[in-house]
């Protein structure tokens, strides 16, 4: 089992900046872990992911070049810096784990799941 908490959400304009971070903890392993957002009246969709080493990662394309997705293993933490943000980048932010090595971008293949921050971005 694991067990993620999110923090770092809020509410902040157009253009500003905001880190997230997933504190895992746990026995099971979080190979691949990674960030979804889901919207009002849409369905989540994925965001980025990371690999145990940090050396593998994957955006979905409307966040390359203004998020970045990072893990600290000795702190049992990911990370996304989210700059540039924008009114569209609205969601609820879930973090995501897995035991497996492939960076999936369908909520199907995650296990474990935090309970979400709210991101709200005002225009």
């Known amino acids: 089992q694991v067990q993620l908490v999110e923090s770092g959400g809020g509410l902040v304009q157009a253009g500003d900046s905001l880190r997230l971070s997933c504190a895992a903890s746990?026995?099971?392993?979080?190979?691949?872990m990674a960030w979804f957002r889901q919207a009002p009246g849409k369905e989540r969709e994925f965001v980025a992911a990371i690999n145990r080493s940090g050396g593998d990662t994957h955006y979905a394309d409307p966040v390359k070049g203004r998020f970045t997705i990072s893990r600290d293993n000795a702190k049992n933490t990911v990370y996304l810096q989210m700059n540039g943000l924008e009114p569209e980048d609205t969601a609820v932010y879930y973090c995501?784990?897995?035991?497996?090595?492939?960076?999936?971008?369908?909520?199907?293949?995650?296990?474990?799941w935090g309970q979400g921050t709210q991101v709200t971005v005002s225009s």
């Open positions: 746990g026995r099971a392993s979080s190979n691949i």
């Open positions: 995501a784990a897995q035991s497996g090595t492939i960076l999936y971008v369908s909520p199907q293949w995650y296990a474990y």
